[in-house]
């Protein structure tokens, strides 16, 4: 089993910035990839980044240029900085591990971007 907490979400004005966390623990040996999803309200969830356990990292379109995602092995957390928040990256954010292709999933941390 690995368990999922994600932080670092909440309110923030149209161009600015936030960093997610999402700590790992658990059985968290060979997970690989890390990475984060995101579900609008009507929509399906989509995914925004990938990291992987060389460091090579996968980026949505959407949000390519303006978020970037890291880990830090010794503190089993990933990080997601989010830059240049547009309103349409409103969202509940996920944080996923793939182990042995079995998916786990955080509680989820809400972003909303607003005037």
């Known amino acids: 089993q690995v368990q999922l907490v994600e932080s670092g979400g909440g309110l923030v004005q149209p161009g600015g910035s936030l960093r997610l966390s999402c700590a790992a623990s658990?059985?968290?040996?060979?997970?690989?990839?890390m990475g984060w999803y995101r579900q609008a309200p009507g929509k399906q969830r989509e995914l925004v980044a990938l990291?992987?356990?060389?460091?090579?990292?996968n980026y949505a379109d959407s949000v390519k240029g303006r978020f970037t995602i890291s880990r830090d092995n010794a503190k089993n957390t990933v990080y997601l900085q989010m830059n240049s928040l547009k309103p349409e990256d409103t969202a509940v954010y996920y944080c996923?591990?793939?182990?042995?292709?079995?998916?786990?999933w955080g509680q989820g941390t809400q972003v909303t971007v607003s005037s």
């Open positions: 658990g059985s968290i040996d060979s997970i690989n990839p």
């Open positions: 996923n591990a793939n182990r042995y292709g079995f998916g786990y």
């Open positions: 990291i992987f356990s060389g460091g090579s990292t």
